[in-house]
């Protein structure tokens, strides 16, 4: 439930932000929770994906009052390691939209996904990586099959990818840069760390302003099994 619940506190708070972060775009589509699927039934469940309109690669951008990091690879002098940039969308084929419902001129032009994790365990967030870096695999050779392209590059499809935890708001200005860091120091998957190495990896870190409801669902869940423990001695 608190899952759930946090998923969609994710989804209203990146709305907010997202051409902030992402100036780089004209504009989103809405942001929601998606099954991708391909021809052999082959199945991926997205916690976040958008369309987004329009790409003049530049990087993304820190908005730390949202809570909001772009995670920058490490140099081997342990700086910063200078941009990559995004290439241009793929060329599809003529009357092929990656979008099927977009009909309109402005067409959607590259994908926007993001993985969430409402808890504390900070062994999760590798687990987390993996299963965007999978996903963004998945979309890729799902865009190449159904639409008779090549794919030479993540950033022609993928315009930006995002992780998304909480935080408590004391905790919350440490805690992105020492998460960040921990993601740098490990994104070694090759469609994250090309993303990354275009300033389009995001770190999210939600507080309680922004995911009222699952700090609340977690302190009662805490709450009671306090209540049980009790009763149980």
């Known amino acids: 439930m608190v899952a759930g619940v946090f998923e969609d506190e994710a989804r209203k708070a990146l709305s907010h932000c997202l051409l902030t972060v992402c100036p780089w775009a004209s504009s989103f589509t809405q942001i929601v929770t998606r099954e991708l699927a391909t021809e052999d039934y082959s199945r991926r469940e997205a916690d976040i994906m958008c369309?987004?309109?329009?790409?003049?690669?530049?990087?993304?951008?820190?908005?730390?009052?949202e809570g909001v990091?772009?995670?920058?690879?490490?140099?081997?002098?342990?700086?910063?390691?200078?941009?990559?940039?995004?290439?241009?969308?793929?060329?599809?084929?003529?009357?092929?939209?990656?979008?099927p419902n977009a009909l309109s001129v402005e067409?959607?032009?590259?994908?926007?996904?993001?993985?969430v994790y409402s808890g504390f365990d900070s062994t999760k967030y590798s687990e987390k990586i993996q299963q965007l870096e999978s996903l963004v695999d998945f979309a890729v050779k799902r865009c190449q099959d159904r639409?008779?392209?090549?794919?030479?590059?993540?950033?022609?499809?993928?315009?930006?990818?995002?992780?998304?935890?909480s935080a408590k708001p004391r905790q919350r200005p440490e805690h992105l840069d020492r998460i960040a860091n921990r993601?740098?120091?490990?994104?070694?998957?090759?469609?994250?760390?090309?993303?990354?190495?275009?300033?389009?990896?995001?770190?999210?870190?939600l507080d309680t302003s922004q995911a009222s409801m699952t700090f609340a669902l977690r302190c009662l869940g805490e709450h009671a099994a306090g209540k049980l423990s009790i009763v149980a001695e």
Do not use: W
């Not at 067409?107 to 993985?115: D, L």
């Open 51 to 65: 369309y987004c309109v329009g790409d003049n690669l530049m990087p993304c951008a820190d908005e730390r009052f």
């Open 69 to 99: 990091v772009a995670v920058r690879l490490l140099g081997s002098d342990g700086q910063d390691q200078a941009l990559i940039p995004a290439l241009p969308a793929v060329e599809l084929p003529a009357g092929v939209r990656l979008s």
């Open 107 to 115: 067409a959607p032009t590259k994908y926007s996904f993001g993985e």
């Open 147 to 165: 639409m008779g392209v090549v794919v030479a590059d993540v950033t022609q499809v993928v315009g930006a990818v995002v992780l998304v935890f």
């Open 183 to 205: 993601i740098r120091r490990c994104v070694s998957v090759p469609h994250l760390h090309r993303l990354a190495a275009a300033g389009r990896l995001l770190l999210m870190l």
